[in-house]
């Protein structure tokens, strides 16, 4: 009886501080491509934003949204470009 209240209590204390689940690895199948008329790879954001031009000419474009807490692919590194989409992307 001992043992199965300490292993119920691991399990919720494993789901708890989110051990239950994983982050399936993004695609980099066509990272970077146009998204205007075809749906991007597993994983990835269309992101529309505009060039260093600036508007009338809207970009879209397939991209892997990345932070500290979900990293990139290899061989891919997370950076933020300034004529590229918003926020930090996989490159």
Do not use: F
Not at 51 to 71: D, W
Request: glycine share 12%; net charge negative.
């Amino acid at each position: 009886m001992r043992g199965s209240r300490i292993l119920l209590a691991s399990v919720l204390g494993s789901l708890a501080c989110g051990g239950g689940g994983t982050r399936a690895v993004p695609s980099t199948e066509n990272l970077h491509a146009d998204c205007s008329n075809q749906p991007c790879a597993a994983g990835q954001t269309c992101l529309s934003y505009y060039g260093i031009l600036g508007p009338p000419l809207l970009i879209k474009s397939c991209e892997i949204q990345c932070s500290a807490n979900a990293p990139c692919p290899p061989p891919t590194v997370c950076t933020e470009t300034a004529d590229g989409p918003p926020g930090t992307t996989c490159w």
